[in-house]
């Protein structure tokens, strides 16, 4: 059993920052593409930023040199620091994460966490 749990998410006024962890839960799990999507309200799911197993790393374009994605891979974590956050920036986050626990890969979701900037 895999479980993803996330955590991080808040209100936060604009320019500030947050920082989103997402742990992947569960025993003898081998971690390949870890990432996060975002979900305005009326909006389609879009990834936000992913990061592979060799820590390359690929962005949207708006959150390009605001958010840095970033893993460690000893403790199957994932993380997404948020600087200079913008109202549009606001959405649920949901983790994502290839992982194999021995039955071979899959995709894993989290929860999703809220993420509130005023402007």
């Known amino acids: 059993q895999v479980e993803l749990v996330e955590s991080g998410g808040g209100l936060v006024s604009a320019g500030g920052s947050l920082r989103l962890s997402c742990a992947a839960l569960?025993?003898?799990?081998?971690?390949?593409?870890m990432g996060w999507y975002r979900q305005a309200p009326g909006m389609q799911r879009e990834l936000a930023a992913v990061?592979?197993?060799?820590?390359?790393?690929n962005y949207l374009n708006s959150v390009k040199g605001r958010f840095t994605i970033s893993r460690d891979n000893a403790k199957n974590t994932v993380y997404l620091q948020m600087n200079s956050l913008k109202p549009e920036d606001t959405a649920v986050y949901y983790c994502?994460?290839?992982?194999?626990?021995?039955?071979?890969?899959?995709?894993?979701w989290g929860q999703g966490t809220q993420v509130t900037v005023s402007s």
């Open positions: 569960g025993s003898r799990i081998s971690a390949n593409t």
């Open positions: 994502f994460a290839n992982l194999d626990y021995g039955l071979g890969y899959k995709d894993y």
């Open positions: 990061i592979s197993s060799g820590s390359r790393t």
